[in-house]
Nanobody
Framework: QVQLVESGGGLVQTGGSLRLSCAASGSIFSINPMGWYRQAPGKQRELVATIISGGTITYADSVKGRFTISRDNAKNTLYLQMNSLKPEDTAVYYC?????????WGQGTQVTVSS
């Protein structure tokens, strides 16, 4: 069993920054891929960034150059540094991982960017 708990969301003005954290517990190891997804009101959940074993990172085009995903395996924690935030980044952000071919998701953290 794996548990994921996100934190760090909040209200920020356009151009501001936030750092999201995802604390993982249970049977999760550094080889398991992890990622951040987001879902805005009325829209489908979308990929933001992923990091897999070996450090390969993927970003959505909409966040490239502004967001940075990182992982501290010693702390079992995933991060998302978000800079130059825009109103269109407003969404609930979810942490995700895959362990033994099963998807696990956190409860989400709200990010609101005011114009």
């Amino acid at each position: 069993q794996v548990q994921l708990v996100e934190s760090g969301g909040g209200l920020v003005q356009t151009g501001g920054s936030l750092r999201l954290s995802c604390a993982a517990s249970g049977s999760i190891f550094s080889i398991n891929p992890m990622g951040w997804y987001r879902q805005a009101p009325g829209k489908q959940r979308e990929l933001v960034a992923t990091i897999i074993s070996g450090g390969t990172i993927t970003y959505a085009d909409s966040v490239k150059g502004r967001f940075t995903i990182s992982r501290d395996n010693a702390k079992n924690t995933l991060y998302l540094q978000m800079n130059s935030l825009k109103p269109e980044d407003t969404a609930v952000y979810y942490c995700q991982t895959v362990v033994a071919l099963k998807d696990y998701w956190g409860q989400g953290t709200q990010v609101t960017v005011s114009s």
